[in-house]
């Protein structure tokens, strides 16, 4: 069967140049001409290359520094990618814990213009805006400004933009994370209804249960490499099997970028 | 970012058109309706400036420009815009962050929607000064029809200040301290721009500035139109816009360059 392609992604690589000293001023630039600075290198994701199809839901698991985070922002566009070609076809949107939102704006205002950067027309986002607050269980807040917001119901507000504005390629990063149980069981319910079909998919997530219930393919990431990527249940044995080998009985996190500790 | 998406060619669009107004409306709201005397502070600032230089000009130094106060209130003005557009935007790549950072948005609205939003501070205080100059100023000349030439210098002085905010903004990214090398640049450009001289001084005594500094040409010619009922100083217009169009294609180069490192240096 040939579906059309959503993601196409060749030999895509992620390295981050890190200097340990700020180097970043145009006097220290000029001090240091001949001085270069000590930069280390961290290769976040190592060269991969697959392809996602149109509608596919797609898991992506690892533990955490694996690169999850950063090649979710390489598909997204909003990193560049060091080598490589990604090919996108369809709109896109990045759902992670507090992105896309500015503190300084209200609900409304965040609606508003979340929504439209996603592509919709004003009058598009009048129609939805009451689904938007009545999902995200905001209506008492809607005028007010989100650095006002506990995280939880800044990450609702995100995820009800993304459910009535919606992209055609989702990127859901940890979201369900945050949420009270009740939200997270409206999440799930979302995942099941038919507001997913005919979406693209693409979900990092530490709960076992929700890859295992909705995704069609699993990606398996280990230290930046991409180890499998198929069947879901096999991508969740090879995870745990990660995670026994090389963490203490009981945790198993190495330190890496901050992430989203989900544990159920 | 490919060139193709750096380049503004697809900001024509209604829907885009009607983002970028979304944007710029929320933007202005934001700088404005924050603080207790809102869009009164979009008035009083240029009104506090003029008093402070009239004292100085008119009253100290008795330079005897004719209609002093309005001469200065049109300067003035468009300085300030210039300011608030290349300043106040240095940081725009991280402050609107949140705009690109879950999207694949294209960064030029972002910078065309804070112009935008400038642009309303400056009609505001554009109006101000007509109420100013045809009903309260003196040796008011009225209007003409010469007053239309203001629509291209302002033109030309949004796609300077465009320009500008985008290579200063871009650099930011690599350099922090753009932000104070640009304070001082910006003090001294103001003191080479006839903003408060009288121009014969101004033309005296830094001889090709006026072509030197694009401020000085857009200022000189806005008074022309807006004072003298006289045309705009051709030769001057064009070098302007010259000047203006080959710093937008260099900050359009930088975005192109840098721009897409935005997401993960700042």
């Not at chain 2, 465009?162 to 290579?167: K, M, P, V």
Request: aromatic share 14%.
């Amino acid at each position: 069967m040939q579906t059309p392609i959503a993601i196409r992604a060749e030999n895509i690589s992620k390295t981050f140049h890190i200097s340990e000293d700020s180097h970043n001023t145009v006097k220290h630039r000029l001090f240091n001409l001949f001085n270069p600075p000590r930069r280390r290198q961290l290769e976040a994701v190592k060269p991969m290359s697959f392809e996602i199809g149109k509608g596919e839901c797609i898991g992506l698991i690892g533990r955490n520094g694996c690169g999850k985070s950063t090649l979710v922002k390489l598909l997204a566009g909003v990193y560049p990618a060091t080598t490589g070609k990604i090919e996108t076809n369809g709109t896109t949107l990045l759902l992670q814990l507090g992105i896309g939102m500015s503190h300084e704006l209200t609900a409304r205002e965040n609606i508003y213009v979340s929504s439209s950067v996603l592509g919709l027309r004003v009058k598009e986002i009048d129609a939805i805006f009451e689904s938007i607050v009545e999902f995200a269980e905001l209506r008492e807040f809607v005028d007010t400004k989100i650095k006002y917001f506990s995280s939880g119901m800044a990450a609702r507000l995100g995820f009800s933009i993304a459910v009535n504005a919606g992209a055609d390629i989702m990127f859901l990063d940890e979201i369900f994370a945050v949420g009270d149980l009740k939200f997270q069981e409206k999440a799930e319910a979302v995942l099941e209804s038919s507001w997913i079909r005919g979406r693209t998919v693409i979900m990092v997530s530490h709960t076992m249960s929700t890859i295992e219930k909705y995704c069609h393919r699993t990606a398996y990431l280990s230290q930046g490499n991409l180890v499998f990527l198929g069947d879901t249940t096999e991508a969740i044995r090879l995870y745990l099997r990660d995670n026994e080998q090389l963490a203490p009985p009981g945790e198993g996190s190495l330190s890496g970028p901050p992430a989203m500790f989900a544990r159920r | 970012m490919d060139m193709a998406n750096a380049f503004p060619s697809g900001l024509i669009s209604p829907h885009k058109l009607e983002r970028l107004w979304l944007l710029a409306r929320i933007e202005f709201k934001l700088r404005y309706y924050e603080n207790k005397l809102g869009l009164f502070w979009a008035l009083l600032k240029p009104v506090m400036d003029l008093i402070i230089y009239y004292v100085v000009f008119q009253v100290i130094l008795r330079q005897n420009v004719p209609n002093f106060a309005s001469y200065l209130f049109i300067g003035l003005i468009i300085w300030n815009f210039f300011v608030e557009s290349t300043s106040g935007t240095i940081q725009i790549l991280s402050t609107k962050k949140y705009l690109y950072e879950y999207s694949n948005m294209n960064k030029m609205e972002i910078y065309v929607s804070t112009l935008m939003s400038n642009t309303i501070g400056l009609f505001f205080n554009f109006v101000m000064f007509l109420i100013f100059y045809n009903f309260f100023e003196n040796k008011s000349m009225g209007p003409s029809l010469e007053n239309f030439w203001i629509l291209p210098i302002f033109a030309n002085l949004f796609i300077l200040s465009l320009g500008l905010s985008l290579i200063l903004s871009n650099i930011y990214i690599l350099a922090k301290d753009i932000n104070q090398i640009w304070q001082v640049a910006v003090s001294f450009l103001f003191f080479l721009s006839p903003i408060f001289y009288k121009l014969s001084t101004f033309l005296d005594h830094l001889p090709g500035f006026d072509y030197g500094n694009p401020m000085a040409g857009i200022i000189i010619n806005a008074r022309r139109v807006m004072m003298q009922h006289l045309p705009p100083d051709m030769s001057l217009l064009e070098w302007n816009f010259f000047y203006a169009i080959a710093i937008l294609m260099l900050g359009f180069l930088l975005l192109d360059k840098f721009g897409s490192k935005a997401a993960e240096k700042l």
